[in-house]
């Protein structure tokens, strides 16, 4: 069974900063995880889920939402089959519950930033940016 478990949520003042984890198991029972989409996704009370940022695990590819380009960065950790998101310049809008999500990468490694796409998702971290 796959697991992804978030960290690194917390309080920041706007400007401020924050790294979150997503660390992941359970992958190579059923698949490796070089071969996986990650992604972060966020979810505002009253809002909508969000797509924030994705990233193909076999080449690194990533993309971004047009709200946190140049703000947010993803990588990889392969030492614990994770996923980071590294998040700068944080600004009131960006409060959330973040999520990490997971799928095997589709033919064309394109690791949309749409929800339906992932199969798994961790329990979220709590992200609140005051002004």
């Known amino acids: 069974e796959v697991q992804l478990v978030e960290s690194g949520g917390g309080s920041v003042q706007a400007g401020g900063s924050l790294r979150l984890s997503c660390a992941g198991s359970?992958?190579?029972?059923?698949?490796?995880?070089?071969?996986?989409?990650l992604a972060w996704f966020r979810q505002a009370p009253g809002k909508e889920r969000e797509g924030v940022s994705s990233?193909?695990?076999?080449?690194?590819?990533?993309h971004y939402a047009d709200s946190v380009k140049g703000r947010f960065s993803i990588s990889r950790d392969n030492a614990d089959n994770a996923v980071s998101l590294q998040m700068n310049s944080l600004e009131s809008e960006d409060t959330a519950m973040y999520y990490c999500?997971?799928?095997?990468?589709?033919?064309?490694?394109?690791?949309?930033?749409?929800?339906?796409?992932?199969?798994?998702w961790g329990q979220g971290t709590q992200v609140t940016v005051s002004s």
């Open positions: 999500a997971a799928s095997i990468a589709g033919s064309d490694h394109s690791c949309p930033l749409l929800g339906d796409y992932y199969d798994y």
């Open positions: 359970g992958y190579t029972y059923i698949f490796a995880y070089r071969t996986l989409c």
């Open positions: 990233i193909y695990i076999g080449d690194s590819n990533t």
